[in-house]
């Protein structure tokens, strides 16, 4: 948890100082580049730490065009990779980062859920992008592609999702536990400039609007 605040304020602080206070900057470069350091015996969530530090540091490289942080985005990436090392390619969604042991949590009765695992490729698609590296949008993409084979004809996906099969099960709902995966299915599709290398997350998109009332029955034109 204090990796990921310090992550955020620091991205914040960074963005502020080079607004307001170009000078500031190396100070802010300097304690990422000595002070930041990811080798804890930490168990992280896999969902937050991708959407808040790995999201935080790669706006940060965009914004500075420093490479520290690139290269600290980079370090807590690997430090979450083998979360997806599943039968299925269902991401388990906690890890310890210093040795890389990935399990969920006991409420779930071993299960993935689904925002978690499918709220994780926005940023490890640019990751791939920013340094050349396809393993990143490889790995993460393996969830999309599990969950392709059990889509269902109402395009609802239940919020529980078996790791080692890939098959879901439970409540359906775009409220806690299940909302950020459709956000992302539209988010990864105009990332990837709705190309044939983001296709999978369309195929997703089309069924939505059926479910869902105005004004957001736009979504058809995509």
């Not at 340094?131 to 889509?151: C, H, M, R, S």
């Not at 879901?168 to 990332?191: H, N, R, V």
């Not at 709705?194 to 004004?215: D, E, G, W």
């Amino acid at each position: 948890m204090f990796v990921k605040h310090l992550i955020v304020a620091h991205a914040l602080l960074l963005t502020i100082a080079r607004m307001l206070y170009p000078g500031h900057l190396n100070n802010s470069v300097l304690w990422v580049a000595n002070t930041l350091d990811f080798n804890k015996t930490y168990d992280a969530s896999v969902f937050e730490t991708t959407i808040r530090v790995v999201g935080g540091l790669l706006s940060t490289y965009d914004l500075s065009g420093d490479n520290i942080f690139l290269e600290k985005a980079r370090d807590i990436a690997d430090r979450l990779l083998p979360a997806w090392d599943t039968p299925s390619g269902i991401p388990y969604n906690i890890i310890n980062l210093a040795r890389g042991n990935a399990h969920n949590p006991g409420w779930t009765g071993g299960d993935s859920i689904l925002a978690d695992s499918g709220t994780e490729q926005l940023e490890f698609i640019a990751l791939s992008q920013r340094t050349g590296d396809p393993k990143y949008q490889e790995k993460v993409e393996k969830a999309i592609v599990a969950l392709n084979k059990t889509f269902p004809a109402d395009g609802l996906v239940p919020i529980y999702v078996n790791p080692n099969d890939g098959t879901a099960y439970g409540t359906i709902t775009f409220g806690a536990m299940g909302d950020s995966f459709y956000e992302y299915l539209l988010k990864a599709w105009i990332q990837g400039n709705k190309t044939s290398s983001v296709k999978p997350y369309r195929f997703f998109v089309p069924t939505l609007p059926h479910r869902i009332r105005p004004p957001f029955a736009h979504y058809r034109a995509l």
